[in-house]
């Protein structure tokens, strides 16, 4: 394969990605989008990089971007939120170094798994998504997941009782910040499927919450999804319960062929080796089985 550096423009600013070719390409490519908070194009412990080679040894074309205000990129930052612009102008580079390919495929984690949710559904050339922990934050869905995964635990832990009888526990302090989390948890938006969903190639509403237009995106994204959640991660187990909750979340799941692992023992940022390498070896299952 070949590693090529590629500078291409959106909006008038300069934009940098790395091209992943090769030697006979498949029809199918990946674009890595670049989430999990502000990063460049190599991704948190270099993991679009090293995800990116090992797609590619097994002949996926890959490209990998830097968006404006990022790493080696001119503008100014634009956040998850308004990155749309972003993608299409690195998938259209995409397109043209591989003319040959028939599908894109959307690849993300965290804020980027938002933002491919926002753009897909919008471009034809788009035909499926990975999904790796969705960052889909509200106040009352932080909350449950802190009181569900981390109080309910702690509760069960030596070394918090230990604590306690040792009076190295302040009570009252973490009483009032319980109750505290149990007044956000019970603040619950009325959820509703949007009608920007039968807006197809349309840019969603900022208008709506971020859960409902991640749910418009979904909808709107005609094509097979990989999801991944991490056991280790309160951002994973946010957008579990919400889903767990919502007819309309595993409404638009079951609609599309939806494949989701859940990885028992892995971090938000699949730090470790043997973290990255289990979900890029269940992600090359994926891609070359449909």
């Known amino acids: 394969m070949t590693e090529s550096a590629i500078n291409f423009s959106c909006g008038g600013a ?49 490209f990998r971007f830097d968006y404006r205000g990022m790493g080696d990129a001119h503008g100014g930052f634009q956040g998850f939120e308004d990155v749309d612009d972003d993608i299409q102008a690195a998938v259209d580079r995409f397109h ?55 109080y309910a635990k702690r509760l069960m832990q030596p070394s918090f009782w230990k604590k306690v009888l040792r009076l190295d526990f302040n009570v009252v302090a973490s009483i009032g910040s319980a109750m505290k989390l149990v007044r956000q948890s019970a603040s619950r938006a009325t959820e509703s499927t949007p009608a920007t969903t039968k807006a197809i190639g349309a840019r969603i509403s900022r208008e709506l919450p971020l859960p409902q237009r991640m749910l418009a995106g979904l909808a709107q994204l005609n094509g097979p999804v990989m999801l991944v959640l991490s056991g280790r991660d309160l951002i994973a187990r946010e957008f579990d319960a919400m889903v767990a909750e919502s007819p309309q979340w595993k409404q638009q799941f079951a609609a599309k062929p939806t494949t989701r692992h859940d990885l028992a023992l892995s971090d938000h940022t699949f730090s470790s080796a043997a973290q990255r390498d289990d979900v890029v070896q269940r992600a090359l299952s994926w891609l070359q089985g449909w």
């Open 14 to 62: 300069g934009l940098v990605g790395i091209l992943h070719s090769p030697d006979k390409p498949r029809k199918r490519g990946v674009l890595m989008v670049v989430g999990g908070g502000p990063q460049y194009r190599a991704g948190g412990h270099r993991q679009l990089t090293l995800w990116s080679r090992r797609l590619c040894d097994e002949g996926f074309p890959v």
């Open 96 to 150: 043209e170094e591989v003319p040959e390919m028939d599908e894109i495929v959307l690849w993300g984690e965290c804020d980027a798994a938002s933002a491919i949710l926002f753009y897909a559904g919008r471009d034809s050339r788009i035909k499926a998504a990975v999904l790796l922990n969705p960052w889909v934050r509200t106040e009352s869905g932080e909350a449950k997941a802190i009181l569900r995964h981390y």
